[in-house]
């Protein structure tokens, strides 16, 4: 059963401003990854954070968990035009060896 | 970074056939690769949990018999959609993870199959 459900569904901004979308999930974790997906590929991996860190920087990513909300948000700054695709949020449950469950993702459209 | 390899990244076919598709892990070796289904615009669908030398784990609704999985390999597992049909058109994505990571840790992905039955 889908397991994160990220908002918004759709996001579009000016290159330069910052990017922020927002992943809630039901159940508790083990940790909670962002993945990218251009249109018609695959995945690429982003970043994980894992239910005892609280926020995490990879460049000019920025992600933050809040396990007491079930909540994650991922924050792009300086946004390129080359940042333009979908953005998914997929947890992994504390209930043994189950798979990723990806959420719904968010279309993100950075306009040069 | 790891590298999954996934072939063809476009089949069309007719009613009625079967088709193929392939992933590899070019740079490590995967005992687990996952198999997922997404709609145009929609998130990842978990189809089935491949593991080398064993029988592929299946979600609930996701046919076997339709949706033969081999992994015969760490290397390799492919995805067989047999007498496909227009409703089986889809985009497919592989994804792996490393034998030394826990499972379902950092996942790499196959660039996908989009697959049109006509």
């Known amino acids: 059963s889908q397991q994160g459900e990220e908002d918004p569904q759709a996001l579009s901004i000016q290159e330069g401003e910052n990017a922020t979308m927002n992943c809630s999930y039901k159940?508790?974790?083990?940790?909670l990854q962002w993945y990218r997906q251009n249109s018609g590929r695959g995945l690429v991996h982003l970043i994980l954070?894992?239910?005892?860190?609280r926020e995490k920087h990879s460049g000019r990513l920025r992600v933050t968990l809040d396990t007491s909300k079930k909540s994650s948000s991922l924050l792009i700054t300086a946004s390129r035009a080359a940042d333009t695709a979908s953005y998914f949020c997929?947890?992994?449950?504390?209930?043994?060896?189950?798979?990723?469950?990806f959420g719904k993702g968010t279309r993100l459209s950075v306009i040069a | 970074g790891a590298v999954v390899s996934q072939h063809p990244s476009r089949v069309i076919c007719k009613s009625g056939t079967s088709v193929k598709i392939e992933c590899r892990s070019l740079?490590?070796?995967?005992?687990?690769m996952f198999w997922y289904r997404q709609f145009p615009k929609q998130s990842l669908m978990l189809m089935a949990t491949?593991?080398?030398?064993?029988?592929?784990?299946?979600e609930q609704g996701v046919e076997k018999d339709k949706f033969l999985i081999n992994h015969a390999s760490l290397t390799l597992s492919t995805l067989t959609v047999t007498s496909a049909h227009p409703e089986d058109s889809s985009f497919y994505i592989c994804?792996?993870?490393?034998?030394?990571?826990?499972?379902?840790?950092?996942?790499?992905f196959g660039s996908g199959t989009q697959l049109s039955v006509l």
């Open positions: 954070i894992r239910s005892n860190e």
């Open positions: 159940t508790s974790i083990n940790n």
């Open positions: 997929a947890t992994v449950s504390n209930s043994g060896n189950t798979p990723l469950v």
């Open positions: 740079d490590f070796q995967a005992t687990t």
């Open positions: 491949s593991n080398e030398g064993s029988k592929a784990t299946y």
């Open positions: 994804s792996a993870s490393r034998v030394r990571t826990r499972t379902n840790e950092k996942l790499f």
